[in-house]
């Protein structure tokens, strides 16, 4: 009895009874809420949206690709823009403002027939989507303070639960697939943005401008805007150290093209296997984050953790990048068991990267010019967004599996160096670092 209560205690609370009471207290489990009904309108965006711009306003193929890559481009600066006017403002009311810009441009959607007014409509949307979710960030970092990490765990739950919720309501209207279906589901996500509005109207701003270093694993020096390679009250933009942590940060973000992007063309491209095998990736990713966030947030709390994470996200998707190099070979059943133990690796990866990147670009900024230096390291996940898909299909799927094994040894190889980059700023010390990331 007395063993059992006590593995109960280790374990902790489970994912309902933490929703319920949340790092951050009420403001943050209204703001869950809130992030879980966006996400649930992302999720009928994303499903509908190339069906919409295709057989409601016609466009071509070439058309839809350059709408989306312009818009990606011009969510990248959605992310500093955020950081800065949060150093100005309160982060409710900006977020809120968010909101409320992508309901107005999603109405303009609908009223919209041509590329040329689409292309600007969709390009707001997709900035201030990207500021949204720098805002998120904030808030989290601000209402959770040390406990941050929890509260990221707890966000990625709520926000793919929500994104399947919306993905699996947008398969009923694309099963009736008229016009008027389409339209319904671009409705929907705006309504999502007037209810996410309303929530975080309910909360109130988080006190201070900045947070508590994360105390688990232990704080170093660095991390409390003593050490010296942080510039206290800086810009980020002169901040060489950030700003390299920032483009590293970049390839540390490509899991989420090879799961979006490489592994379905892969599997219809180069393997033999069945392709109804492809809406399973997303599946697995979906239960997994759901399921697993919380527990694999643990790992990552803190600077020692954080930056052991990074090299166990480049193992991860070495090994991920390793099982698409041989699914080439073999039956259609071995080639769909290999690639599903690619999605099951680019998932545990993605577990890792989505907190040791946040956890990491909190405790690499200085705390009087956080804002600032988040809203520069958001950049990073929008750039993947729009250099990834590419990268993919025009040079790593264009060499075949040798492409694939290089992909997956640079990423590994990147992840030291990123790392050790971390470890050095965080003032942990060669000796320190090396036994930090070698506990357990």
């Not at 990606?72 to 600066?77: E, L, N, T």
């Amino acid at each position: 009895m007395r063993r059992g209560e006590t593995r109960g205690k280790e374990r902790g609370p489970g994912l309902p009874a933490q929703l319920r009471n949340p790092p951050g207290g009420r403001n943050a489990r209204i703001m869950l809420l809130a992030l879980a009904v966006d996400r649930t309108g992302s999720g009928l965006w994303a499903a509908s949206s190339v069906l919409y711009l295709t057989f409601v306003t016609h466009l071509s193929a070439q058309q839809i690709g350059v709408l989306l890559g312009v818009a990606g481009v011009a969510g990248i600066a959605g992310s500093p823009l955020a950081g800065r006017l949060a150093g100005r403002f309160p982060v409710r009311s900006l977020l809120i403002g968010c909101h409320l810009l992508r309901l107005v441009t999603l109405v303009l959607v609908l009223a919209c027939t041509g590329f040329d007014a689409l292309l600007p409509v969709v390009a707001v949307t997709y900035l201030g989507d990207r500021a949204a979710k720098t805002l998120e960030m904030l808030f989290a970092t601000r209402a959770a303070g040390e406990r941050r990490a929890a509260y990221q765990a707890l966000s990625r739950s709520a926000a793919n639960a929500g994104y399947g919720v919306g993905a699996g309501i947008a398969a009923i209207g694309l099963a009736v697939g008229t016009t008027g279906a389409y339209r319904v589901l671009i409705l929907g996500n705006a309504l999502s943005f007037v209810v996410a509005a309303v929530l975080v109207w309910r909360t109130g701003e988080p006190s201070g401008s900045g947070v508590e270093v994360a105390r688990a694993g232990g704080a170093a020096p660095a991390a409390r805007g003593e050490g010296k390679g942080v510039v206290r009250g800086g810009s980020p933009w002169r901040d060489r150290g950030y700003l390299k942590f920032v483009l590293l940060d970049i390839p540390m973000n490509l899991d989420d093209s090879v799961l979006a992007v490489g592994l379905p063309l892969w599997l219809v491209n180069r393997t033999s296997a069945p392709h109804a095998l492809v809406p399973a990736f997303l599946v697995i990713n979906t239960v997994l984050v759901v399921v697993l966030q919380l527990s694999v947030s643990k790992r990552a709390e803190g600077p020692r953790r954080a930056a052991r994470a990074v090299l166990l996200y480049g193992v991860l998707m070495l090994a991920c990048c390793g099982f698409l190099a041989v699914a080439t070979r073999g039956g259609a059943w071995a080639a769909g068991a290999v690639l599903l133990a690619a999605a099951l690796l680019v998932t545990l990866a993605e577990l890792m990267r989505s907190v040791s990147s946040w956890e990491l670009a909190v405790l690499l900024a200085p705390q009087d010019a956080r804002a600032a230096y988040l809203g520069v390291a958001g950049m990073s996940q929008s750039i993947q967004k729009s250099a990834g898909p590419p990268l993919l299909t025009g040079v790593v799927m264009a060499a075949g599996p040798a492409g694939w094994l290089v992909l997956g040894a640079a990423v590994a190889g990147l992840a030291v160096v990123q790392s050790r980059a971390c470890a050095r700023r965080l003032g942990l010390g060669p000796a320190r670092a090396g036994a930090a990331l070698a506990a357990k």
